[in-house]
């Protein structure tokens, strides 16, 4: 079993920033990918970073070049810092972890005003 917890989110203003961060606890070495996924009001959830063992980063296109995933092993935490933000980044920002199973966190919520 994998435990995910979300923290970082909040408000900000258009052209901001935000770190959010995502520790893993449990069985942690089984963990093979970690990503951020986000889902606005009324809309699904879609990738928007994710970091794998075998594949490295992928973005959605929509945040490449604002949005940085990174990993910090030693504290089993993924980040991502997003630069730049827009009002259409706010929703609920979900980490998971990629294991024999998929585990999710509770969501933060991101809110950019214009």
């Known amino acids: 079993q994998v435990q995910v917890v979300e923290s970082g989110g909040g408000l900000v203003q258009a052209g901001g920033s935000l770190r959010l961060s995502c520790a893993a606890s449990?069985?942690?070495?089984?963990?093979?990918?970690m990503g951020w996924y986000r889902q606005a009001p009324g809309k699904g959830r879609d990738l928007v970073a994710r970091?794998?063992?075998?594949?490295?980063?992928n973005y959605a296109d929509s945040v490449k070049g604002r949005f940085t995933i990174s990993i910090d092993n030693a504290k089993n935490t993924v980040y991502l810092q997003m630069n730049s933000l827009k009002p259409e980044d706010t929703a609920v920002y979900y980490c998971?972890?990629?294991?024999?199973?998929?585990?999710w966190g509770q969501g933060t919520q991101v809110t950019v005003s214009s």
């Open positions: 970091i794998s063992s075998t594949t490295g980063t």
């Open positions: 998971n972890a990629e294991a024999s199973s998929v585990y």
């Open positions: 449990g069985s942690t070495d089984s963990i093979h990918a």
